[in-house]
Every structure is written in structure tokens, then in C-alpha cells.
């Protein structure tokens, strides 16, 4: 069997589609290769829509917590404590018990005890809580000459949020939004640890890379494997955000961009 | 309920938040070592060990720590019985592969087969240590590189001016500079360390959250004094507030230090802290 | 760098070295500790179950010192090959898979059958969805047979996605699901069962080939003289020889 058939057979193998049953005995690289690459299609889903959602939200928290009012201050900087505080590990844990009560009480949350849609959530929360965090620190360290400024023109409420506010916000809280973006993927390998049950042997890059391992009993092919995927997953998530982070600077003279330093992230 | 919390494998759970806490008493010290070796070889002249140093922050923090523990220690625990196999039996005439087997001579075995089980779980812990130290070494060579690249270039160039070579420059006046630069980065490292620790019982530590899982699970009467059903909310729950508490604890110590660090400094938080008192 | 790791395993050499030498031969048995009645930790902390007093025992007979240690079942293959320990006995099932990586001892228990444990005796195992642990025998019995297959990391999270409507039934080692039904009202055994696997060995590294006659010869020695069956009766592993 050439590698061409294994790559129709098992390509989309991680979404249900081509063989059903898993290489079991005779096991080539291009098998694991294939498969764990299939795998990477569930990870690229769930950092990809978690991120998208989660920074909408984090825009809200940090605003909240930045808020005059105190009760929303204090639920958004709880949220965020709650979130940043514990280990991921352990907050899909309680998720996927969560959901399963929830479901008890209402069909309506059967969708969510599913990998798919219940690590989804939580996974957005816990980014929408980290990129609150670094937006709400962006945030405190927008010029007060800005606004200012932009009083002076009469902007104002919705206004001057959409044109100066946020724009800086974001053009300064940007290099740490990347590793936060990174983080977030590399986080997505934790949805079938911890929790989530796989479906049908759909599972993501990891639950493929322990499945070789455990039937090779040799850990030292599929791990690097997955390691390879990801590094080369890194890149393009810093490759893009250089490009977004070139367009948010674009307006400043050349010395003055804020350089995408791969400073330490607010962790995970 | 008393007799229940107090069985000896309960104490087992309470002992291993210790393991936590010694393990990263360790490892953090330890990491800062290997982040300021990295940082030191990715500006290094040289360009090999430059490429070194780049290599090892971009690779490992390119891959998630999750990948990395579940063969690293493997991986680890091999190299050292290979250079110990090397060092010890070099009239060995078998092949140290022998099929799926891995066999070094029993001189080189780590721990020696004949030490007791104490020592294996020592080589265990040391193990994940230096797999933590490893992966988190990186990130800190990330930040330390960006704290050595913040100090401000006059600086080192006035030594340059003073005649210091650059190796006195860079213990002199780089060195001890860098540190309030990096200092929010390594905060931030620390809080990632800690939530990291979840992913010990990977390496086969026996750590918080195998006996979180171990004690919570179903035991039916046959086989304890102690039946109760799914109990791992409760144990889990408990390592929750573990985790936040510590969080909230290391938040606080951190302000504090970096309420010191700023005091007197031309930054923004150091005028702001004169203004404060005037 | 490399210097720094060099120090520190120069360390870890003469660390070891200072208690090195000593005692004769202990032999490492890995085992999981999640698995009863085979294995388990107890109240003490300790292994315990069938495979701990038959482990005692066989280690007795062939005159070794032995030592527990647990392992993920992940891993457990892999640590075993790379020497951290010497035998796995840990309810693993003798597989053709398994064999060509490591060695296998005779059986000590009858081929066990696979149990489907689940809330009503009417399910329907074609169109329903069923948990297995990850990595055993059943989870791929289950995909082979084109069920829907549930997958989880400990045989407890299987359990519990019983109990909780996750999956319908599960399938796991008869012995193993059999004082679960009996514990609690709801769940019971179906009357199907499968026949997978070929009975418990003891796994050794192929290359360990005078341990394992050592074992082989105490299993068949207490297979002769009847203190296996008795055993196996006491624990409930089911049928004896």
C-alpha cells in the first residue's frame, strides 16, 4: 500500500470519513504521519473558533474589569482569577461533569457533553479570560494623551472607543496576544486527556500520536511527529500575526513599532 | 469520617501536595538556570552555539508540554543509561537494542536494580525535574533574552567606553540590570509552572492529581472499608481551591517584589510611587 | 548547556553509586493499580488484589525478592522494555499484538470473557454507543465490530459514563465489572458476552528469558498443587483450571 492510499484512506479519518477501523498491525511512518495529521484538523478547529470567540469576549471582560461600575468590575475580574487560577487540566474535568448534571436537567445540553462543542466552550472561556487579562493591562496603558485628543474633536461613548481606544488597545496588547494564540493551540491537545471522551477513535492529534504509541509500544516516532505538526503550527500562527501586527503599526514612523517580541505570555 | 481521612492513603494525597511544592521549589532555580544558559547562547558570538540556543527556545516552545512529557522522560532515562553503559562496561559485547528491548549492562542501570523502590521514586522525581526544568528553561530564555535585549544600549556602551571587555560588561553591567526587565516575565512563568503540575502523574510522579483520582474514584465495599461512589468532584474540587489559593498567594508575593524593584526607578510605576509619597 | 547536563548526570552517577552494590536481586513487578479485583491501591496505600498475592506467592516459589511498583497503563509497555521495572502483571491479557513487543508467561487465569455492563437488559449494541478504556482489548473489539466506540483514559470514567447516560453499555473484563453490578441496583451485566483475548500472563522483556522460566515454572507449580484455583475462587476471577 503506497502512501498515496493511506492518505485517502485515513486523511479524514479524525472527522469519521475513509477507513473505519485504525492501522492495527504493520505500522509505517506515512500511517502515523497521515493519522496524526488528520488528528491536527481537530486542534486547528478548536484553537482557531476558541480564539475568534474568545477574543470578542476578552474585548468585553477587559472592559469590564477596567469598568467604573463595581459590580461588573468585580465579576470580570473574578471571571478572569477563577479562569487564570487553575490548571486547564482540571477546569475540563469539572466541565465535562458540569455538563453532564446540566444535561440531566435539560436535553437541551446533551450537544455540549460532545467534545466538539463542550471542550469548545470551555477552551473559549479560558482564552477569553487570559486575553481579557493582557487587553485589560493594554488597556490601562493607552496614552491618556489619546483620549484626550479625541475629547477635544468631540468624540465620544461608542465613537471614541471604536476609533482610538480600542485600536491602540489592541496595537499594544498584541505581542502578547500572539503567545497567548499559540498557547491556546498547544492547549487544545488537553481536550481528549482530561475528560472529553474520543468518539469513534475521532480524536485530535494527540489521542492519534498515544494511539501509535500504545500500539507500537515506541513513543519515539509519533511524538516527534506531533511535535513536528506543531512547531510548523507555531510558525504560521506567528507568521500571521506578524502580518496583522504589521497593519495595526502601520501608521507609526519606522523606530517606533512595537516589535513582535516573543515576549513571556500572561500564561496558561 | 475522620478514620476515612486519615487512612494511610490519604496521607499518600496529603504528602504528594508536598511533591508539588518541592518540585517546584526545585525546578523553578533550576529552569532559571538553563533559560539564562539558553538566553546566554542565543546572543552568543559564536554561531553555532548561537544556533544552539535559538534552536532549543524555538523547538521547545514551539510544541506543547503535554507532547513533551509523555516521551521525554523515556527519552531521558535512556540517554543516561546509554552514557552510563558507555562509562562502565566498555567490554560489553551485546547489542544494547535488542529488538524492542533497550539493555544496558546491570552496572548502568538507573537506579541499580538492587537499590530499594525509595530510590526509584527519587530517579522519578529527578527525572521530572529536569523534563520541567527543560521545558521551561526555554521560556525563560525567551524572556530573559527580551530582559537582555531591554537594557538600555548606552549603558553598554559606556562600559565599552571604560575599557571593561565585553565579558566584564556582560557580568557587570548587563547581568544586573536585566533582572527588573525580566522580573514580570518570570512572574508570569512561575504561575504557568505551577499549572503545569497537573501533567506530573505523566511522568509518573505519584502527585495530586493520581490520588485526587485514585481516592475519588467508585470503590465498591469488597475491596475497602471505605465504599463510596463517584467521588472525584470532591477531590478535584479540593485541588481547585489548592491551585487558586496558591495563585492568589504567588499574585500577592509578586506585587510585592516588584513594589521593591520599582522603588527609585525611572520608570513610569517608580514616578508614580514618588508621587504617591509626596 | 550540554556542560550542565554533563555535571548533572556526573551527579545522578555518583549519587547512585553510593548505594550502589548491597542485597541480591529484587525483581520489579509493574502493575496499574486501578484495575480490581486484580490490582488495586488499598485503604493502606499498598497494592493489593489477586495479582498481588499471587505475585507474593509466584515470588516465593522461585525464591526472588520482589518489589511493587504502579505504572500508567499508557506507558506500562514501554517502561517495561526500557527496563524500569521487570514484569508487568497487571490483568493484561495475553494479545498476538502484545507478543510480538514482549514476552508472556503462561496463562494464570482462564481466557475471562468480556462483559457488557449497562442500566437495561435491552440494549441495543449495534445502534447504541459504548465505552471501553483506551488501549485495551475491548476498545478494539468494539471498533473492529463498527459500534460506536466511547473511549475513555481509566476504566472508572467508563463506569461512570454508564451511570450517567453517556454510553449504553460498556465492555470490559467480566471479573472485573461483576462486584459493580452487584454494588449497585441499576446497573447489571448483559447475558452476551465475548470471548477476547487469551487469559492473563505475566509480561516480561523478551529479552529476560531466564525470569521468565523461573515464573513459568512457580505459575505451573501452583496450578499443580491447587492454590491458584484457590485464588482465583477467593477473588472471583472466574473460571479456574
Known amino acids: 500500500m503506497s502512501c498515496w492510499d493511506t492518505i485517502a484512506d485515513y486523511g479524514l479519518r479524525s472527522l469519521g470519513y475513509g477507513e473505519r477501523l485504525l492501522p492495527r498491525s504493520d505500522f509505517t511512518l506515512c500511517q502515523q504521519v497521515v493519522l496524526i495529521g488528520s488528528g491536527m484538523l481537530w486542534n486547528i478547529y478548536f484553537g482557531t473558533l476558541a480564539l475568534i470567540a474568545g477574543f470578542v469576549m476578552a474585548t468585553a471582560v477587559a472592559m469590564g474589569k477596567a469598568a467604573r461600575n463595581p459590580v461588573i468590575a468585580k465579576i470580570s475580574a473574578w471571571f478572569i482569577f477563577i479562569f487564570r487560577g487553575s490548571p486547564l487540566f482540571i477546569q475540563f474535568f469539572f466541565a465535562y461533569f458540569l455538563f453532564l448534571s446540566l444535561k440531566n436537567a435539560v436535553p437541551f445540553f446533551t450537544v455540549l457533553t460532545s467534545a466538539w462543542a463542550g471542550a469548545l466552550v470551555v477552551l473559549f472561556l479560558n482564552t477569553a479570560a487570559y486575553s481579557g487579562e493582557i487587553f485589560y493591562g493594554a488597556l490601562q496603558s493607552v496614552p491618556k494623551g489619546e483620549a484626550e485628543a479625541a475629547d477635544a474633536y468631540g468624540f465620544g461613548g461608542w465613537k471614541k472607543f471604536r476609533k482610538i481606544t480600542w485600536p491602540t488597545m489592541l496595537r499594544l496588547a498584541w505581542p502578547a496576544y500572539t503567545n497567548e494564540a499559540i498557547f491556546l493551540f498547544h492547549a487544545t491537545t488537553l481536550v481528549f486527556f482530561s475528560g472529553f471522551p474520543a468518539q469513534s477513535q475521532r480524536g485530535d492529534a494527540l489521542y492519534y500520536a498515544n494511539y501509535f504509541a500504545d500500539k507500537t509500544f515506541n513513543p519515539f516516532v509519533p511524538y516527534p511527529v506531533l511535535a513536528g505538526y506543531f512547531i510548523l503550527l507555531t510558525l504560521v500562527i506567528i507568521g500571521l500575526f506578524g502580518l496583522i501586527n504589521r497593519r495595526l503599526n502601520r501608521h507609526l514612523p519606522q523606530e517606533r513599532r512595537s516589535r513582535m517580541q516573543m515576549r513571556m505570555p500572561v500564561l496558561r | 469520617m475522620a478514620c476515612y481521612l486519615s487512612t494511610p492513603k490519604h496521607m499518600a494525597f496529603y504528602w504528594s501536595f508536598g511533591t508539588v511544592l518541592v518540585l517546584l521549589a526545585i525546578t523553578a532555580p533550576l529552569a532559571l538556570v538553563f533559560g539564562f544558559g539558553g538566553a546566554t547562547a542565543a546572543r552568543a558570538q559564536l554561531a553555532p552555539v548561537r544556533w544552539f540556543g535559538k534552536a532549543y527556545i524555538a523547538v521547545v516552545r514551539g510544541v506543547p508540554d503535554i507532547a513533551f512529557f509523555l516521551f521525554f522522560v523515556i527519552a531521558l532515562d535512556q540517554g543516561f543509561e546509554y552514557l552510563r553503559h558507555q562509562v562502565f562496561c566498555p567490554d560489553w559485547d551485546q547489542p544494547i537494542r535488542q529488538g524492542n528491548d533497550f539493555l544496558v549492562c546491570p552496572a548502568a542501570k538507573l537506579p541499580l536494580s538492587t537499590s530499594p523502590q525509595v530510590w526509584h521514586e527519587i530517579y522519578g522525581f529527578f527525572l521530572a525535574v529536569l523534563t520541567f526544568a527543560i521545558v521551561f528553561g526555554a521560556f525563560a530564555a525567551n524572556v530573559l533574552f527580551g530582559a537582555m535585549r531591554a537594557v538600555p544600549q548606552p549603558q553598554l556602551e559606556t562600559a565599552a567606553a571604560y575599557g571593561m571587555t565585553p565579558r566584564q560588561t556582560f557580568w557587570r553591567i548587563l547581568v544586573p540590570q536585566m533582572w527588573v526587565y525580566a522580573l514580570p516575565g518570570l512572574g508570569n512563568l512561575w504561575m504557568v509552572l505551577i499549572k503545569a503540575t497537573p501533567l506530573l502523574f505523566l511522568l509518573g510522579v505519584e502527585d495530586i492529581v493520581y490520588w485526587a483520582r485514585e481516592l475519588g474514584g467508585t470503590k465498591t465495599a469488597r475491596f475497602t472499608d471505605y465504599p463510596h461512589g463517584d467521588w472525584r468532584m470532591w477531590y478535584f474540587g479540593a485541588l481547585l481551591l489548592f491551585y487558586l489559593a496558591f495563585t492568589k498567594l504567588s499574585e500577592m508575593v509578586f506585587d510585592r517584589v516588584m513594589l521593591r524593584l520599582t522603588r527609585g526607578q525611572a520608570t513610569l510605576a517608580g514616578e508614580a510611587q514618588r508621587k504617591a509619597a509626596a | ?241
Not at chain 3, 548505594?19 to 502493575?31: E, L
Not at chain 3, 478494539?140 to 470514567?157: D, I, R, S
Open chain 3, 1 to 241: 548547556m550540554k556542560k550542565l547536563i554533563l555535571t548533572t548526570t556526573a551527579l545522578a552517577l555518583s549519587a547512585s553509586m553510593a548505594f550502589a552494590g548491597g542485597h541480591g536481586k529484587t525483581v520489579r513487578m509493574g502493575t496499574e493499580g486501578a484495575y480490581p479485583p486484580y490490582n488495586f491501591i488499598n485503604d493502606k496505600g499498598e497494592v493489593d488484589g489477586f495479582e498481588r498475592e499471587l505475585g507474593d506467592e509466584l515470588c516465593k516459589r522461585a525464591q526472588l525478592t520482589c518489589e511493587w511498583v504502579t505504572n500508567e497503563w499508557d506507558s506500562i509497555i514501554p517502561n517495561l522494555v526500557s527496563g524500569n521495572y521487570d514484569t508487568i502483571i497487571a490483568g493484561m491479557s495475553i494479545t498476538a499484538e502484545r507478543d510480538e513487543v514482549i514476552d508472556f508467561t503462561q496463562n494464570y487465569t482462564q481466557p475471562d470473557p468480556s462483559a457488557y455492563l449497562a442500566k437495561s437488559a435491552d440494549v441495543d449494541l449495534a445502534g447504541g454507543v459504548l465505552a471501553a478504556q483506551t488501549g485495551t482489548i475491548q476498545a478494539a473489539f468494539v471498533a473492529q465490530q463498527g459500534w460506536t466506540l466511547l473511549e475513555f483514559a481509566t476504566p472508572e470514567e467508563t463506569v461512570a459514563a454508564v451511570r450517567n447516560g453517556e454510553a449504553d453499555a460498556l465492555l470490559a473484563d467480566k471479573s472485573f465489572l461483576k462486584p459493580i453490578a452487584e454494588e449497585d441496583a441499576e446497573l447489571m451485566l448483559l447475558a452476551r458476552e465475548e470471548l477476547i483475548g487469551g487469559g492473563v500472563g505475566m509480561g516480561l522483556r523478551e529479552s529476560d528469558g531466564e525470569l521468565r522460566a523461573k515464573f513459568d515454572a512457580a505459575i505451573q507449580s501452583m496450578k499443580d498443587d491447587g492454590t491458584l484455583n484457590a485464588l482465583i475462587v477467593k477473588w472471583e476471577i472466574g473460571e479456574t483450571f
